[in-house]
Each structure stands twice: as C-alpha cells, then as structure tokens.
C-alpha cells in the first residue's frame, strides 16, 4: 500500500446546507483517524492570502534587533530564531490575541514605531478573524458530532484566544539538501490552523507511525489540526473537566485482584454492584498481567538475570485505565526543507486564554461527585506541567491543583 493521502473535507455553506451532520462526522472521524484535515477555505480570498505573504515577507526582512523586541514570557509566543536549540533556518514571530486590533496594532507599532505600517496591521487582523471562524466552525461540529453540544462549546469559545505565529523557513544552504525546518511535534494548542506559501515542506505523520503524509499547498487549502489541549493535556486525568470535554478516564488500582475490583466496583454501584462489569475487568486485568509477566521472564531471562523475576514481580502494581471519548488524535508534524525557496508559512493556534479560571460546574459537583481540583488558571497551569516537577509527577495536575 501506498503513503495514504490527507482527508480533504468541504465546508462551504452549500455543503453545509444539505448535509450538516454528515460534514460533522466527516470532520470529527478525520481528527480521530488523522489528527487533521485539509479545507479549501474561501473566506480567505486570493487577495487577502497574496497580501499576508507580502506583508509577511516584510516583516522578516526587518533587522533581527527590531524583530527580537517582540518578547514574551512564553515560549514560542515571541521572537524565535538564532538559537542552537532552534533548527538554522527557522525563524518566526508570534502575534497574541491576533483577532483583538489594539493587539495588533501594538504589535506593529513595536515592528514599525516611526512609520507604522497599516497595511500590515490591517492584513493581520482580518486574516486572525477570518481564520478564527473556521476555527469555532470546526470546534462547534465536533462537539456536535459528539453530543456535547452547546454547553461545551460557548465555554470552550469563551476561554480561547488567538496566537497567530508567522514563519519563515530558508533554504538549505546547498541545492539537493534535506535539512529540517521545524522538528516532529504535537501542538499544545486546542486546535491550529496552518496557512503557507506555494513550497512544500510540511509533513504529517500517520497515527501508526508509518508514514509520513506531505501537505500539498495551494493558495485556498488550510491544514486543521487538533492540539494537545483539545484532548490529552493531562496524564491521569479523571475527568470533569470543562476545558477537555472530549476527555474523561478512569484507573483501578491492582485491577488484577479480585478484591480491589469488587471494592471499586461498589463505589461506583454501591446498591446492587454490577458482577458483569467486575468480571470482565478482573478477567481482563489477570490475563494482561499474566501476558506482562511471560514478557518480564523472557527479557530477563535473555539477560542472563532471571533470578530478579521475583523480586521484580513483587514490586509491581497493575494500573488499569480505561478511556472514554479521548478518541481525536493529535498528529506528530514537522517541516522537511529542499530546494532553492524560503518557505513562509502561519499558524493560528487556539489557546486557554491567560487568567480563565477553570472550575467544575455546580451541576457537577454534589456530595457523591465533591470537586476533585481546586479552580485554577490553565496558562498557570501549563507554565508548571512545563516544569520538572509538572513532567514527572504522576498527575501533573493533581499535584497542581488536586484536593
Ligand atoms: O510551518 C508549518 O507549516 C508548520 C509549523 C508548525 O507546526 C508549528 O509552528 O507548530
Ligand atoms: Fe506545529
């Protein structure tokens, strides 16, 4: 089999007329299969897409000292470029709250103080807009698509903003070069939309590892993606959680012995248990713990090493977490440079504005159901998940903020 092609979805209001829900689950199974897709988004006329490269051109041909005035406290909203982490031809800027005009406007009174530069700022602006509507097009039909319609999206819509980032790419310094532009990651956002110039560069990875699918630009095509944010921000999560509403699990600890899945059955049906449920899982868990321990023996044994199995065995716990709706995927991506062109390419990244609280809803919270996270900032958050602390703690945010 060939490298399979990226999803390419309609979302004109003529499609969206006769077949709404159908266009939902199209565009909901292809973040669950790819973590992406590709729209021709006619909002964006050829003029406004000719002018956002030209001013963008601009931008970059400023000297570095003025563009590294656009300073940030996180990273990658500002000024990136020149720095040995940062691949060589990489450099880009990042406009915050880019659909909010005194934003940009003091952006480019930063870029341009003496003489402004209204064509610029007025490009920006109506492109974040434009693009932002796709955005919430997007969130809204999935949402839909998964029947946690209105409540979630106004809340989700409410907590977001705007980081537009534009980039520049250079060529590889010698013809025939394969040098990398932009290393293989997820984005942290909720979702990103991704807009370029005519060279290629950006590749998709398949959810199996296989492949890597090239995005074929053309002035109209936009690359919807989903970001971290939208569906797995948080490892051990249980659930509960406005900002994720697409994502809920739940662990039972030693699910491989009877009792503890009897007891956690009971919490959860405390008058008249459900033995199917208890079975299955405890079934379950011993046959996988069993698979593990064939697995254990055998490395061990490999190694020359076998009389740790023991030990090794007894030291172990069986943590089973089971998910539920986490289904959309965000794909691994990244910018492969050849040939003699730079590449300008943007992002619109979806964000959890700075300062939203995130707090359970009341409705959800009852003496059965008590509040399991203090509210708190989710930027606040992120800048500690970052952290060493927040990377190895088991449940970043139950150490956060857990109660
Ligand atoms: O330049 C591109 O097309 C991709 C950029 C990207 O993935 C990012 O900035 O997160
Ligand atoms: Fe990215």
């Known amino acids: 089999m060939g490298v399979p092609k990226l999803p390419t979805i309609d979302l004109s209001v003529e499609k969206l007329k006769t077949s709404y829900l159908g266009t939902c689950k199209e565009v909901r199974e292809a973040l669950e299969d790819y973590g992406c897709f590709v729209v021709n988004y006619e909002d964006v006329s050829h003029q406004l897409h000719e002018s956002l490269l030209s001013e963008s051109k601009k931008l970059f041909d400023l000297p570095t000292d003025v563009k590294m005035r656009n300073i940030s406290d996180k990273p990658y909203f500002g000024y990136v470029g020149n720095h040995p982490s940062i691949p060589r031809n990489h450099e880009s800027l990042g406009i915050s709250n880019s659909t909010i005009l005194e934003h940009v406007q003091t ?12 064509n610029f700022c007025e490009t920006m602006i109506d492109y974040a807009t434009r693009v932002s509507k796709l955005e919430k097009l997007v969130k809204r039909m999935v949402f839909e698509s998964y029947g946690v319609g209105e409540k979630c999206y106004d809340s989700h819509v409410e907590s ?5 980032r534009l980039i520049k790419y250079k060529s590889p310094d010698e013809l025939n070069k394969l040098e990398i532009g932009c290393h293989a990651h997820t984005d942290k956002s909720f979702l990103t939309i991704l807009h370029q110039d005519e060279v290629n560069g950006l590749e998709i990875q398949t959810k199996d590892g296989q492949h890597w699918i090239g995005f074929q630009p053309s002035p109209s095509s936009f690359l919807v993606m989903a ?10 999560y249980v659930g509960q959680y406005p900002a994720v509403p697409l994502y809920e699990s739940m662990g039972i600890d030693d699910a491989n012995i009877r009792q503890n899945v009897e007891a956690w059955t009971t919490v959860l049906w405390p008058n008249n248990g459900n033995p199917t449920f208890c079975e299955t899982i405890h079934a379950y868990s011993e046959q996988l713990s069993e698979l593990d321990g064939i697995i254990r023996r055998m490395i061990l044994e490999s190694l020359g090493v ?28 990244r910018v492969m440079m050849t040939g003699n062109e730079a590449r300008y390419s943007t992002g619109l990244f979806s964000i959890p504005k700075a300062g939203y609280i995130i707090k359970a809803p009341e409705e959800l919270v009852d003496e059965d159901h008590p509040l399991l996270f203090k509210p708190f900032d989710h930027v606040k958050f992120l800048d500690f998940y970052y952290t060493q602390a927040g990377q190895t703690a088991p449940s970043a945010l139950h150490s956060y903020c857990g109660l």
């Open 107 to 118: 952006f480019t009174n930063l870029m341009w103080p003496s003489t402004g530069n209204e």
């Open 160 to 164: 977001s903003t705007f980081l537009l």
């Open 227 to 236: 970001g971290d944010a939208f569906l797995k921000p948080f490892h051990g």
């Open 306 to 333: 076998e009389k740790y199995l023991e030990e090794h065995m007894n030291s172990t716990n069986y943590l089973l977490r089971a998910w539920a709706n986490g289904r959309l995927h965000s794909a691994n991506h």
